[in-house]
């Protein structure tokens, strides 16, 4: 049973990442030296061999250049053990062409599940969840996302959060609604009446003084 002290120590947005050491397709791993400096993002599926998951894990793999362009790394997570995973990846390359080339996570003590949320008693207790945590090169936790084991994951979604944030941080800027790269992006609401007044005389594509858009 999972009890209540580890679904309350759940990091969340914010929070540093949880370190960690584990064992991985690619080697053993000390979570904190390996994301330092870079964009990270962690994701989980319920278990290998299954069909969902398959689909989710080529998904990933078949983005390598995305991440590669946007030095962003990706380590999955499921609570199966190393013999279990390599004999996955060995299935899926042979099946379709595809290799799992990124990292993933032997969890089979459920630690890092834990450590993570990853495990929620209405869902599953022996299966994690489908969550995906993006990490920044300061290894701060800046969004989570949790899909049921039924329900895949949303390529297109994660692509766009990822170049998002890094917008963000970037051009210290907000991102509206259904934001694409290009698109106008949402500048902070003024803070001064003279802020107000300079706003006002600007070029800004305004909607109101506290919502106004423009170029990056």
């Given at each position: 049973m999972i009890n209540e002290q580890e679904i309350s120590s759940m990091p969340r947005i914010g929070d540093l990442a949880p370190d960690f050491k584990a064992m991985t397709t690619t080697g053993s791993m000390q979570f904190?030296?390996?994301?330092?400096?870079?964009?990270t993002i962690l994701f989980s599926?319920?278990?290998?061999?299954?069909?969902?998951?398959?689909?989710?894990m080529s998904g990933f793999a078949l983005e390598k250049e995305f991440f590669a362009e946007q030095e962003t790394k990706l380590v999955g997570l499921s609570i199966d053990s190393i013999h279990s995973h390599i004999?996955?990846?060995?299935?899926?390359k042979k099946n379709s062409g595809i290799l799992f080339e990124f990292p993933i996570i032997a969890d089979i003590d459920m630690k890092v599940s834990k450590l993570y949320g990853m495990l929620q008693p209405g869902e599953s207790e022996t299966a994690a969840v489908r969550a995906v945590f993006f990490i920044d090169p300061k290894g701060k936790i800046?969004?989570?996302?949790?899909?049921?084991?039924n329900v895949g994951r949303n390529m297109d979604e994660i692509k766009r959060v990822l170049l998002a944030l890094k917008t963000s941080d970037e051009h210290k800027v907000s991102l509206p609604l259904d934001w694409r790269p290009g698109e106008k992006v949402i500048v902070s609401p003024p803070k001064t009446i003279a802020e107000m007044q300079e706003r006002e005389a600007s070029n800004y594509e305004m909607v109101d003084f506290y919502l106004a858009k423009r170029d990056l």
């Open positions: 904190s030296e390996y994301i330092k400096g870079r964009w599926h319920p278990a290998d061999f299954t069909p969902v998951c398959t689909t989710e004999a996955w990846v060995n299935n899926v800046r969004l989570i996302m949790y899909y049921p084991l």
